[in-house]
């Protein structure tokens, strides 16, 4: 499979496909805020939002989308944004289109803390604390055995990843064997949950998310010139190690973030740009916002569904979404 995109279309339609994401992702946040037990009209869902941002007193319904079900969304929005931007940030860095935001070992260091939290009974509100500790710890692990004097090359850190995500999904592994009446909520996790949003997990993850996203935003320029080859990017001024390194301490920021608070959702930093890349091109500069905007809508469409059917979890969702896409795109790039 190669990472090659489409054509990029005519600048002057980018524009409106630029709007179609962005009515896209609104649509996704009143379907989201409106769906459920109570069902909330999208009339109403506007008029609550405007009630609440403009600072007038919350009745009714206000209450149900204020209190409940916006920060679930809204937190959805921050993890499908911050996926999809680290996606395409690590697609482009290691120049390879398999590449997503779990591949440095993210993932399988934040379910190693969550677990042991977890299994040892410990309070919930200490499960975002220990998950990221495991997230930022495994990049970092991987990081000092991928290193190769001053330089981190792609093939090490790859490899590298590959064995401590397998390590550390080892040991979690064999702590929920230790204690297998919390095995259900331990899956739960594994397999992404939007339900313990408020709005303080809210706030807590939006540092992380705003920070590490951020950074890759103004990194864009800088990766595409590396996808010229390191040489010739080299040649025209950029520090390729040092870019390779904020690449992945960005990314790994903004992906910790996310895991810690909502556990490990699926595809989308996978699904995401590929998406993105076939509809606009391939250009960083378009390629990552876009791919915040999808990931955003995404994540919340797909937490719709799975709390209003027998899916339950948003990671099962994306699971299935992501599964027969990629046989699609297999076969559509088949020689």
Same mark, same amino acid.
């Given at each position: 499979?190669?990472?090659?995109?489409?054509? =990029?279309?005519?600048?002057? *339609?980018?524009?409106?496909?630029?709007?179609? &994401?962005?009515? &896209?992702?609104?649509?996704?946040? !009143?379907?989201?805020? @409106?769906?459920?037990?109570?069902? $909330?009209?999208?009339?109403?869902?506007?008029?609550?939002?405007?009630?609440?941002?403009?600072?007038?007193?919350? *009745?009714?319904?206000? !209450?149900?989308?204020?209190?409940?079900?916006?920060?679930?969304?809204?937190?959805?929005?921050?993890?499908? #944004?911050?996926?999809?931007?680290?996606?395409?940030?690590?697609?482009?860095?290691?120049?390879?289109?398999?590449?997503?935001?779990?591949? +440095?070992? $993210?993932?399988?260091?934040?379910?190693?803390?969550?677990? #042991?939290?977890?299994?040892?009974?410990?309070?919930?509100?200490?499960?975002? *604390?220990? #998950? +990221? +500790?495991?997230?930022?710890?495994?990049?970092?692990?991987?990081?000092?055995?991928?290193?190769? @004097?001053?330089? &981190?090359?792609?093939?090490?850190?790859?490899?590298?990843? $590959?064995?401590?995500?397998?390590?550390?999904?080892?040991?979690?592994?064999?702590? %929920?064997? =230790?204690?297998?009446?919390?095995?259900?909520?331990?899956?739960?996790?594994?397999?992404?949950?939007?339900?313990?949003?408020?709005?303080?997990?809210?706030?807590?993850?939006?540092?992380?998310?705003?920070?590490?996203?951020?950074?890759?935003?103004? %990194?864009?320029?800088?990766?595409?010139? /590396?996808?010229?080859?390191?040489?010739?990017?080299?040649? +025209?001024?950029?520090?390729?190690?040092?870019?390779?390194?904020?690449?992945?301490?960005?990314?790994?920021?903004?992906?910790?973030?996310a895991v810690a608070y909502v556990g490990i959702i699926g595809f989308v930093g996978l699904l995401v740009p590929h998406v993105v890349r076939l509809?606009?091109? *391939?250009?960083?500069?378009? /390629?990552?916002? &876009?791919?915040?905007?999808?990931?955003?809508?995404?994540? !919340?469409?797909?937490?719709?569904?799975?709390?209003?059917t027998p899916l339950s979890q948003v990671g099962i969702v994306t699971t299935l979404l992501g599964g027969p896409f990629f046989l699609w795109l297999?076969?559509?790039?088949?020689?």
């Open positions: 499979m190669s990472s090659a995109a489409a054509p =990029r279309p005519p600048r002057s *339609a980018l524009p409106l496909q630029v709007a179609g &994401l962005a009515l &896209l992702l609104l649509l996704a946040v !009143v379907l989201g805020t @409106g769906l459920g037990r109570v069902m $909330v009209p999208p009339g109403e869902v506007l008029v609550a939002l405007w009630r609440g941002l403009s600072g007038q007193e919350l *009745a009714g319904n206000d !209450v149900i989308v204020w209190q409940i079900r916006l920060p679930r969304v809204v937190m959805g929005v921050l993890v499908g #944004a911050s996926l999809g931007v680290c996606g395409g940030a690590f697609q482009g860095v290691f120049r390879n289109p398999l590449a997503d935001p779990y591949l +440095l070992g $993210v993932a399988s260091g934040g379910a190693l803390g969550a677990t #042991a939290v977890i299994v040892g009974g410990g309070p919930r509100p200490l499960i975002p *604390a220990a #998950a +990221l +500790l495991g997230a930022l710890g495994a990049v970092m692990a991987t990081l000092a055995l991928a290193r190769e @004097g001053r330089r &981190l090359p792609p093939t090490r850190l790859v490899l590298a990843g $590959v064995m401590v995500g397998s390590v550390l999904s080892a040991l979690s592994t064999a702590l %929920l064997l =230790r204690g297998e009446d919390r095995a259900r909520e331990v899956l739960a996790y594994t397999l992404g949950d939007l339900g313990f949003s408020g709005w303080r997990e809210v706030g807590a993850v939006l540092p992380y998310v705003g920070l590490g996203a951020g950074a890759l935003l103004l %990194l864009a320029r800088a990766l595409d010139t /590396l996808q010229l080859g390191e040489l010739t990017a080299r040649s +025209l001024g950029v520090p390729v190690e040092r870019l390779r390194l904020l690449v992945i301490g960005a990314a790994s920021v903004a992906t910790a973030g509809a606009f091109g *391939a250009g960083h500069r378009t /390629l990552l916002p &876009l791919s915040a905007l999808l990931g955003a809508a995404l994540v !919340v469409l797909a937490d719709l569904l799975a709390r209003t297999l076969r559509r790039t088949r020689d």
